[in-house]
């Protein structure tokens, strides 16, 4: 995984949105191969390792291992074999304004927008955080 990419990711429990806080055992050339990411709000714990953030919470997914690793530093995108609730935590853990590519063969995600597919894949965006602005009172 790109250091740079860190910045973007989430927790993936429910509550106020956070940066998660990364220690890091082996980095080469800006790319993190293995780390621990920390949320600061909930005390959850993420690894990553290979390349590849974990962020399955104590799901097997030993059936996509192989593929996972063979595909870390390539790209990121869902398997249309991916359980609900990972596809859930996938969407829960991209920030607003952020992408998710997956395979036609699923659904779409609720709370993204699709912004291009084909008869393969399509690419979402999940909607941007709205800021209110008003006027201060004299």
Same mark, same amino acid.
């Given at each position: 995984m790109f250091i740079e990419l860190i910045d973007h990711l989430r927790c993936i429990n429910a509550h106020e949105d956070t940066w998660l806080v990364a220690?890091?055992?082996?980095?080469?050339?800006r790319f993190v191969l293995e780390a621990s990411l920390g949320c600061p709000s909930c005390s959850?714990?993420?690894?990553?390792? @290979?390349? !590849?953030?974990?962020?399955t919470a104590g799901v097997e997914m030993a059936?996509?291992?192989a593929e996972r690793a063979a595909? =870390?530093?390539?790209? @990121?995108?869902?398997?249309?074999?991916? %359980?609900? %609730?990972? !596809?859930? =935590?996938?969407?829960r853990a991209v920030r607003p304004g952020g992408r998710i590519v997956g395979p036609a063969a699923i659904p779409t995600p609720a709370g993204l927008t699709v912004l291009a597919h084909d008869d393969n894949y399509w690419v979402a965006q999940k909607a941007p955080e709205v800021i209110t602005i008003s006027r201060a009172s004299r």
């Open positions: 220690s890091f055992k082996t980095v080469t050339n959850a714990q993420y690894s990553i390792y @290979e390349g !590849v953030a974990d962020f059936r996509w291992e595909a =870390s530093h390539r790209k @990121e995108e869902l398997d249309a074999g991916l %359980p609900a %609730p990972i !596809v859930e =935590s996938a969407v």
